[in-house]
């Protein structure tokens, strides 16, 4: 038994090693290119802070695409930088990227005064070498390392108009540092608006002038997900139709058990009598949560990380807002508004508001929750593999790369490990909560349990 | 500068919910070393409450983070 394990392990380090070895020997190649780059392109070179690893010359496409390298995406004069690259991982892309390779995905914009734009994103003529930045230019808008970002330039023509690559210019406001992109056009650097993302821009992004309403990366993990999961149990359910009372069989013999701890754990102890009337609910937002969250650790097939949007998680969690106040029985609306038996000032001033905001939270924290599990779960996971690239000072000594790798490969195992027991947790306790909350607000009055719980 | 301030921050709540999550497993173990055939239901209760703890340490350092 224990021989097999360590078999496992060997080959698991091996494979790490391997992986190791090549984005290595490509990181050494990447800081004479840069070189390169830097005399030919000299004349395009205002910003100062350029990302090399953008300029397209000749040969940048034949670097080989395996093991993508993350630090030469970024420059290649400073080290490797570990927040960029796990935020880039973690957010949200115009293409689908397995491995090295970007596949692209349906491109819907608008923006006002131009239009719907309706392409693939392989129009903009993706570079699989340079983490997905586009060659061309397609309405002002460009496609940099995997986002869609728009030239705000109002003179920059229309259609498809090649573009030389991307650059980030750096600057100080009120002591903060901010970046803004730069598309290189006919020698001249043009400002890009961010990418348009409905979390705020906490990943970079943010609301823009034009709204990215595309099949991204995460859509299109979405309802993969989704499609997988209607027919598993739309299969399931016409069993149970045709030949009911019958012994479960293939994926029913997985689920039925989940469905029943969930029926008898979750909903019957909260929701009472009434837990029917709940249970599609608490099965979807369960197996939704549950399905993207696993789909999201599958390595090399993009890592999507759905759950880990903010977007994504607010939309669940207005969902339970919305379930949770549209089934509040006047109970839970008189001890919201006007709490019975405690002097109106203290009403007014202290615990109306108190419950009001009460109300808010709930969601809201069922919304951070699971959105900062996963994220900082992906993110501890890059992080270790960037560990590599730390100690390897981006190529210089190979030799602490592979020590650091044994280390790194390790320390990602454990941690996937946990967030498998994560994905699991983290899906159970937001069906539990919208369980909880939906609870309170249909509980029925009962006056001798509540004059001792008051 | 403010980076430093931050991971003062992480480091914060890291040890709050480090006490928290300690003080749930120490205590679920005595539940269990009293009642043992009550293990199932406090094993289940015990998960539950160590994410909610987890969770809210987890959201300090995410904010921690953007913040930085």
Known sequence: ?454 | MGGSIVAIGMGLAAIGAGIGVGMIGGKALEAIARQPEAIGDIRANMILTAALVEGAALIAIILAYLVA
């Not at chain 1, 102890?269 to 549950?290: H, N, S, V, W």
């Not at chain 1, 709490?339 to 615990?351: C, D, N, R, S, T």
């Not at chain 1, 900062?372 to 190529?395: R, Y």
Request: glycine share 10%.
């Open chain 1, 1 to 454: 038994m224990i021989k097999r394990y360590l078999t496992f392990f060997a080959i698991i380090v091996t494979c790490g090693l391997r992986l190791v070895s090549q984005a290595v020997d490509h990181q050494h190649d990447s800081p004479t290119y840069a070189q390169h780059e830097h005399n030919e392109h000299d004349g395009h070179d205002h910003s100062g802070h350029n990302h090399d690893g953008h300029d397209h010359s000749g040969h940048a496409h034949t670097a080989p695409a395996n093991a993508q390298p993350h630090a030469a995406s970024h420059d290649d004069h400073a080290e490797f930088d570990a927040k960029a690259t796990a935020f880039h991982h973690i957010s949200d892309l115009n293409v689908y990227n397995i491995g090295p390779w970007n596949l692209p995905l349906p491109c819907i914009l608008y923006a006002s005064g131009q239009g719907l734009s309706f392409f693939s994103s392989s129009k903009f003529g993706i570079d699989n070498a340079h983490h997905g930045s586009g060659h061309y230019a397609i309405d002002r808008y460009v496609l940099n390392e995997g986002k869609v970002m728009r030239i705000i330039e109002p003179t920059f023509p229309m259609g498809k108009v090649e573009i030389d690559g991307f650059a980030t210019q750096e600057t100080e406001v009120d002591g903060k540092k901010k970046y803004i992109d730069l598309v290189n056009y006919q020698g001249v650097p043009l400002p890009l608006e961010k990418s348009s993302t409905a979390d705020g821009g906490i990943f970079g992004g943010g609301i823009t002038g034009f709204y990215d309403l595309s099949i991204s990366k995460n859509v299109f993990a979405m309802l993969l997900v989704i499609g997988l999961m209607s027919l598993v149990f739309i299969s399931m359910a016409r069993h149970y139709k045709r030949a009911p009372g019958t012994a479960p069989k293939g994926a029913q013999k997985l689920f039925e058990p989940i469905i029943l701890f969930l029926q008898d754990e979750v909903a019957k102890p909260f929701l009472g009598e009434k837990y029917a009337r709940f249970m599609p609910l608490l099965l979807a937002i369960f197996f939704f949560i549950l399905g993207l969250n696993l789909f999201g650790q599958i390595p090399f097939l993009g890592a999507a990380n759905v759950t880990g949007n903010l977007a994504v998680t607010m939309v669940l969690a207005i969902l339970v807002f919305i379930v949770v106040n549209l089934n509040g029985n006047w109970h839970y609306w008189q001890h919201i508004l006007w709490m019975p038996g405690i002097p109106a000032a203290v009403k007014i001033f202290v615990l109306t508001p108190v419950e009001i905001l009460g109300v808010i939270i709930k969601p809201v924290t069922l919304m951070l929750r699971l959105f900062a599990n996963i994220t900082a779960g992906h993110m501890v996971i890059t992080i270790f593999i960037g560990l590599i690239f730390i100690f390897g000072k981006s190529g210089e000594s190979p030799g602490a790369a592979y020590g650091a790798s044994i280390g790194s490969v390790l320390l990602t195992l454990f941690m996937m490990a946990i967030e498998l027991l994560v994905a699991f947790i983290q899906a159970y306790v937001f069906t539990l909560l919208t369980a909880s909350y939906i609870g309170a607000a249909t509980e029925e009055h009962h006056h001798g349990h509540e004059e001792a719980s008051h």
